[in-house]
């Protein structure tokens, strides 16, 4: 239970952040946790934070359960909280979701849906306020064109392990994932590069050079092991 509550709690702060300022966080610790190529895929798509709930889907052939229950199942087993991951490897030519799975996901309390791939009922996310971020859009079923390899098991966002529990963040920016035992290490230097970050904006607004704003901070060295500001 505590550890419960203190997931929460850094869950908080993290949906106070950027994954710009989370991605910095990762910089500092050595830590790849920033794929590219995915984004919001519709407009005003609200952040979400939360816990990985994981589904991996490969091509006909190399599987043989159901890509579509294979998706309940992971939603199902996944908790109020959680953001599904979908793992599709980045497969631009074939659905990885939809309006049925997103309404299961919404009923069961998950947050949001990320993958690395492309999806279709982009209109039924926007009724159903589900933030959904990806590579693009499809309008083609998911049916008999790819197949369900597992879930709740360790897959990948763009090259980016994802285990079930790590924590997701999207945005506007992108996504970020942070492994689960290193979440308050991540968020401690998030935090502070956002503050040096706000205290350059308010000295440049008092009339301070701009250079010397920045120079004074360090800021880039900020990454770098040590940095003080």
């Known amino acids: 239970m505590a550890a419960?509550?203190?997931?929460?709690?850094?869950?908080?702060?993290?949906r106070m952040l950027s994954t710009a300022n989370v991605s910095d966080g990762l910089d500092r610790l050595g830590i790849k946790g920033a794929p590219h190529g995915i984004g919001p895929l519709w407009d005003a798509c609200p952040k979400i934070v939360g816990p990985a709930a994981t589904l991996k889907l490969v091509p006909v052939g190399e599987a043989t359960e159901s890509p579509v229950l294979g998706t309940l199942e992971a939603v199902k087993r996944g908790r109020p909280g959680d953001v599904l991951v979908i793992d599709q490897a980045g497969r631009m030519n074939v659905n990885s979701y939809g309006g049925v799975a997103g309404f299961t996901t919404r009923q069961f309390g998950l947050v949001g849906c990320v993958i690395d791939g492309v999806t279709r009922d982009i209109d039924e996310y926007k009724q159903l306020g589900l933030p959904v971020f990806g590579r693009g859009f499809i309008q083609q079923s998911i049916r008999n064109r790819c197949a369900c390899a597992g879930y709740a098991i360790e897959v990948q966002l763009?090259?980016?392990?994802?285990?079930?529990?790590?924590?997701?963040?999207?945005?506007?920016?992108?996504?970020?994932?942070?492994?689960?035992?290193?979440?308050?290490?991540?968020?401690?230097?998030?935090?502070?590069?956002?503050s040096v970050e706000d205290a350059i904006v308010e000295a440049v607004r008092s009339g301070v050079d701009p250079v010397q704003a920045h120079d004074r901070v360090r800021y880039d060295l900020m990454t770098r092991a040590g940095y003080k500001p």
């Open 4 to 14: 419960e509550t203190e997931t929460k709690r850094l869950i908080a702060e993290y």
């Open 158 to 194: 763009g090259g980016v392990p994802v285990r079930p529990g790590d924590l997701v963040m999207a945005d506007e920016n992108g996504v970020c994932v942070v492994p689960r035992d290193k979440m308050a290490e991540v968020l401690k230097f998030a935090n502070l590069f956002k």
